[in-house]
T-cell receptor
C-alpha cells in the first residue's frame, strides 16, 4: 500500500506571496491532518479534515487554510507569506478511529525569503 | 490542557547497550500515547502506541515502551541500541476527545538519540 505523498517536496517563496501544498493520504484513510515543524516551536498542529470538513484547528492565523476533496486528498494554503512561515509542513493520514495511529508524509520544506 | 514533556534534549548511548528515551504526559481522561521517529529530511515514522491494556507495548524495530499511570510516564526502550537508531524521537498524546481533539496530536519537543559505535 502506498504511503502518504506530499508535493512539492521543496519550495522557495518570497514574502507576501501565497503557496499551496498538496497531500495524498493512504488509500482508505479519510482523516488528513497538517502539522508545522520548526526548530523553535517544534511540531504544531494546524488543522484536521475528515470527509471534506474541518474537524479541528490549531492556533494559527487565518492566513493558514486548508481543504479536503471528495477523494480525501487535501491541500493547505498560506497567504501573505512571512519569514516565520519557513518550516517543514507535514501531512498525516489516519482512519477515523482516534485510537488509530497517524501516518506521515515526507513533508514539504518551505523557505520564505 | 493535554501536554507532553521530553526532559532530555539528547541521549547518548554506546552501540549494544540498552537505551531509554523519557516521556511524561499530562492529560484529562485516558491517554492515547504514541512514539514516532524522524530521520534527517524525512517525515515521522510510527513506532508504537498505548491505548489500553498491557503496560508494556512492543513496536517496530525492536522498540518497546512502558506505560506507567502513577508516574504519568511512557518511556521508550530498546534492549540493544544500533548506530542506525540514531535519530530524533517524538512522544505524542492524542488531544482530548471531549474538546474535539479527534486526530490532533500534541508532541513533545523531541529527543535526539545518538548511538556511538
Amino acid at each position: 500500500k502506498a504511503g502518504v505523498t506530499q508535493t512539492p517536496r521543496y519550495l522557495i517563496k518570497t514574502r507576501g506571496q501565497q503557496v499551496t501544498l498538496s497531500c495524498s493520504p493512504i488509500s482508505g484513510h479519510r482523516s488528513v491532518s497538517w502539522y508545522q515543524q520548526t526548530p523553535g516551536q517544534g511540531l504544531q498542529f494546524l488543522f484536521e479534515y475528515f470527509s471534506e470538513t474541518q474537524r479541528n484547528k490549531g492556533n494559527f492565523p487565518g492566513r493558514f487554510s486548508g481543504r479536503q476533496f471528495s477523494n480525501s486528498r487535501s491541500e493547505m494554503n498560506v497567504s501573505t507569506l512571512e519569514l516565520g512561515d519557513s518550516a517543514l509542513y507535514l501531512c498525516a493520514s489516519s482512519l477515523a478511529d482516534p485510537t488509530y495511529e497517524q501516518y506521515f508524509g515526507p513533508g514539504t520544506r518551505l523557505t520564505v525569503t | 490542557a493535554q501536554s507532553v514533556a521530553q526532559p532530555e534534549d539528547q541521549v547518548n548511548v554506546a552501540e549494544g547497550n540498552p537505551l531509554t528515551v523519557k516521556c511524561t504526559y499530562s492529560v484529562s481522561g485516558n491517554p492515547y500515547l504514541f512514539w514516532y521517529v524522524q530521520y534527517p529530511n524525512r517525515g515521522l515514522q510510527f513506532l508504537l502506541k498505548y491505548i489500553t491494556g498491557d503496560n508494556l507495548v512492543k513496536g517496530s524495530y525492536g522498540f518497546e515502551a512502558e506505560f506507567n499511570k502513577s508516574q504519568t510516564s511512557f518511556h521508550l526502550k530498546k534492549p540493544s541500541a544500533l548506530v542506525s537508531d540514531s535519530a530524533l524521537y517524538f512522544c505524542a498524546v492524542r488531544d482530548s476527545l471531549f474538546s474535539g481533539g479527534y486526530n490532533k496530536l500534541i508532541f513533545g519537543a523531541g529527543t535526539r538519540l545518538a548511538v556511538h559505535p
